[in-house]
């Protein structure tokens, strides 16, 4: 199983980005598909996560209205959608996905991350 996050970058304060993670390896169909991210000094922490089946969605309250999670059945993919970028939310976006219930915690599988960093 293979989760692989891109789209990061350096983006100014109040600019958008797009991650992308592309799934393989398995068939995702009744997985949760998350994304988490962890800022330096700092603890990991659950940003969104979709229901790859059915859709059903779940934000952080420190992202929602901003960020905007999705996934693409056809392509494998889930993405996050970030708009209105604050300082804090610099960090390594990771993404995960999670056989189970759960939408906070015990992901099975997780990416590389990829960086995002908001300048002011």
């Known amino acids: 199983v293979q989760l692989q996050a891109s789209g990061g970058g350096l983006v100014q304060v109040g600019g958008s980005l797009r991650l992308s993670c592309a799934a393989s390896?398995?068939?995702?169909?009744?997985?949760?598909m998350g994304w988490f991210r962890q800022a330096p000094g700092k603890e990991r922490e659950f940003v969104a996560a979709?229901?790859?089946?059915?859709?059903?969605?779940n934000y952080a309250d420190s992202v929602k209205d901003r960020f905007t999670i999705s996934r693409d059945n056809a392509k494998n993919s889930v993405y996050l959608q970030m708009n209105n970028l604050k300082p804090e939310d610099t960090a390594v976006y990771y993404c995960?996905?999670?056989?189970?219930?759960?939408?906070?915690?015990?992901?099975?599988?997780w990416g590389q991350g990829t960086q995002v960093t908001v300048s002011s």
């Open positions: 995960a996905a999670n056989s189970g219930n759960s939408w906070f915690r015990e992901y099975d599988y």
């Open positions: 979709i229901r790859w089946s059915g859709g059903r969605i």
């Open positions: 390896g398995r068939t995702f169909s009744g997985y949760i």
